[in-house]
């Protein structure tokens, strides 16, 4: 499987929409910004860990994602993501306090 990248849109710092792309896509979902002439448009590219992106449905993959899709997307793969183990119960002693017999 080739990278997933995500690239993140933002409009005068608001969310406009995440773009994922395999290696081919990733020129042209960084270069429409460009066609749509705004100044203010930001870009974050960053590229998904082969097993998450192997988690992401494919209707997800290759289309501008609003705020609503891309809340679903985090959803899903924070879902199968590992739980942590719990921390280890640590008794410990308070100064000036009594201990039980």
Do not use: C, N
């Not at 192997?54 to 209707?59: D, F, L, R």
């Not at 679903?72 to 921390?87: I, N």
């Amino acid at each position: 499987m080739s990278p997933i990248h995500r690239v993140r849109y933002q409009v005068g710092g608001r969310f406009e929409g995440v773009i994922l792309v395999d290696d081919d896509g990733l020129g042209a979902a960084m270069g429409w910004p460009i066609l749509k002439l705004d100044r203010d448009w930001t870009l974050q590219v960053d590229t998904i860990a082969d097993e998450e992106a192997a988690a992401i449905p494919a209707k997800f993959i290759g289309r501008m994602l609003d705020e609503d899709e891309a809340a679903e997307l985090d959803r899903l793969l924070m879902a199968r993501m590992p739980k942590k183990k719990p921390a280890p119960f640590v008794r410990r002693s308070v100064p000036g306090a009594r201990r039980r017999a």
